[in-house]
């Protein structure tokens, strides 16, 4: 019977550097949030965003708009006033 401790994994000094970056990567990745953008204009703050990450889906809206309880990795949702500046932190989601 196999010891249960002896895995068939490779230890990490014979992973390459490419696998180890995106074992790292899938693992540790912080939910990607811009505050900076509070306070500027939805129009910048989506080319802001979409300039950091083009796979993402930037979609601006009025703030207090119903919106779908779903998570959508490849979605950040833009709410701004009727100034067109955004008032909430925006984030994947």
Known sequence: MADVNQC?????????????KKLFE??????KEWPEVVGMLGEEAKKKIESENSDLTV????EGSFVTAD???K????FVDSN????????IG
Request: glycine fraction near 0%.
């Open 71 to 73: 998570f959508n990795n």
């Open 8 to 20: 068939s994994q490779q230890p990490t000094s014979q992973i390459s550097e490419e696998e180890q």
């Open 59 to 62: 979609v601006i809206l009025p």
């Open 26 to 31: 899938v693992n540790t990745a912080p939910l």
């Open 75 to 78: 979605r950040v949702r833009v």
């Open 84 to 91: 067109s500046i955004v008032t909430k932190t925006p984030k």
